[in-house]
């Protein structure tokens, strides 16, 4: 488990993480998002000890990092793929971090075989490709057993079987009752890996949800329909008071309103043929551009972008609704359809929820092969 309370980081001027409270519990995968410069390293940092809050504390097991006895043992972590030394090869690195930690020899056989890299043991890691560094990072990681395992972007430079093994990884670590707290900007792996999400914005929390409630109550569900009398079936749906549009270049339709069994219903009393009737919520990476807009600090000026013509109007603007002390009003006005107004009376899209019940007693992970 690992805890934050008002957790506060500032460097200079720059408030990098601004009184985060959470708490990332064991038996899930925790996904942590939030733009560039949202403060997601400085956090992890400050939960390692490499960083001390300015304000508030992280405990990790309800201790603070430095007070740990056998750190490797309770917390892995990849930060940086690249911290390692280039000309060691990827063996000894992990022998060093092994005898350093009390962890027997024979683990590093283990971690190397796990994470798929024991025919380039013996290679010095400066010539190990992104994924392959990454690959051993996860490795050293792992090597403690540790029933807290932290991931920064670990799919960076990853191929997609890469990508597919550390999700599968991941999942399979959280099952075995291990606390997995993961930082990725690939909102489409997020998605089908994590259960829990929490978003943050400027240092500031936006959200601490499961990532279904993320996303149901963050948009609005919709049918998409595919007919070959579109525009009967259109006629109907907006005179019963649903709304249609396009779904896309794909020929269907995007129902808003009536749900998808009356919409099957109302085309079955009017003899009107259906070839494809899907209920559907928004992705994640819909509805996380959509909430972390406002709090974007780096963005390319790119066609189409802030300020471009044709821009969408409110493109970059802090949403009402949340990051603010009041309900602000506007919300609801003009936006893109699938949206659904954030519930609360303001501050967050919704506030931070009491997590589930960690699904599962962590069995032991001392386990010293
Ligand atoms: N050592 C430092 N000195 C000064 N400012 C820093 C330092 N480390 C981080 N910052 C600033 O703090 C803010 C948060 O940075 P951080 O790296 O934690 O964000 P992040 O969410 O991890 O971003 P990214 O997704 O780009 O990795 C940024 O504005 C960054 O420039």
């Not at 390692?84 to 060093?96: F, I, K, P, T």
């Not at 008071?241 to 995007?254: F, N």
């Not at 699938?338 to 960690?358: L, R």
Request: charged residues 15%.
């Amino acid at each position: 488990m690992i805890e934050a309370q008002g957790l506060t980081k500032r460097y200079g001027n720059k408030l990098a993480v601004d009184q985060l409270s959470f708490q990332v519990r064991p038996g899930t995968v925790t996904g942590f998002l939030g733009p560039n410069g949202a403060g997601k390293s400085t956090t992890m940092r400050m939960i390692l000890g490499l960083d001390s809050p300015t304000a508030g504390n992280v405990l990790v097991n309800g201790r603070p990092y430095e007070y740990l006895s056998a750190p490797l043992r309770e917390v892995g972590a990849l930060l940086d793929a690249k911290a390692m030394h280039g000309g060691r090869s990827a063996y000894n690195h992990l022998l060093c971090l092994a005898q350093s930690n009390g962890i027997p020899r024979r683990r590093v056989d283990d971690v190397l075989n796990m994470v798929g890299i024991t025919a380039v043991a013996k290679k010095r890691t400066k010539g190990f490709s992104l994924g392959m560094g990454q690959r051993l990072g996860i490795a050293s990681a792992l090597l403690g057993d540790p029933g807290i395992l932290m991931f920064d972007e670990p799919v960076n430079g990853l191929d997609p079987e890469g990508i597919l093994w550390i999700r599968n990884l991941m999942k399979a670590l959280a099952a075995e009752g291990r606390t997995v707290f993961v930082s990725s900007h690939l909102m489409s792996e997020m998605e089908v890996t994590a259960d829990h999400l929490i978003v943050i914005g400027q240092g500031r929390l936006i959200a601490d949800t499961s990532m279904r409630d993320f996303i149901e109550r963050n948009s609005q569900a919709y049918t998409v329909v595919r007919s070959p009398q579109a525009d009967q079936l259109t006629k109907l749906v907006t005179a019963k008071g649903g709304t249609v549009t396009p779904e896309g270049d794909s020929g269907a339709l995007r129902v808003t309103g009536p749900e998808p069994a009356a919409i099957g219903d109302m085309a079955a009393e009017h003899g009107i043929r259906l070839h494809e009737l899907s209920p559907r919520f928004a992705s994640l990476e819909e509805v996380y551009m959509r909430l972390t807009q406002g709090a974007v600090e780096y963005r390319a000026g790119l066609p189409g972008g802030p300020g471009a013509p044709g821009a969408p109007q409110g493109w970059g603007q802090p949403q009402p609704g949340w990051g603010q002390p009041q309900g602000a009003p506007g919300w609801g006005q003009q936006q893109p359809q699938g949206w659904a107004p954030p519930p609360g009376p303001g501050g967050q899209p919704f506030p931070p929820q009491a997590p589930p019940a960690p699904a599962q007693q962590a069995p032991t992970h001392g386990s010293e092969a």
